[in-house]
C-alpha cells in the first residue's frame, strides 16, 4: 500500500486467521500464521491497527468444550 501511495490506517483480518472450523476457539492457525506475535509487531510498527474476524457463535469442534 505504501509503495502505491495508499492511506492504510488497519488491518483487517477476515475467520480464516483461525483454524477451519475452530473459529470460535481464538486461537491463530499456526501453519498459516506461525509468529502471529512477530507478525503483529511488525504491523504495528509500521502504524497500523490490527482487526480480527470474531464470531459469537458456538463452533462446530470447539476446543474450549473438549474436556
Avoid at 36 to 47: D, F, N, S, V
Wanted: hydrophobic fraction near 40%; proline fraction near 9%.
Amino acid at each position: 500500500m505504501a509503495e502505491r501511495n495508499l492511506p492504510l490506517h488497519v488491518f483487517h483480518f477476515d475467520c480464516f486467521w483461525m483454524k477451519a472450523f475452530q473459529w470460535c476457539d481464538f486461537e491463530w492457525d499456526p501453519v498459516t500464521f506461525p509468529d502471529p506475535k512477530g507478525m503483529i509487531r511488525r504491523l504495528k510498527a509500521k502504524g497500523l491497527k490490527v482487526c480480527v474476524w470474531i464470531n459469537p457463535t458456538s463452533a462446530r469442534n470447539p476446543r474450549s468444550s473438549r474436556s
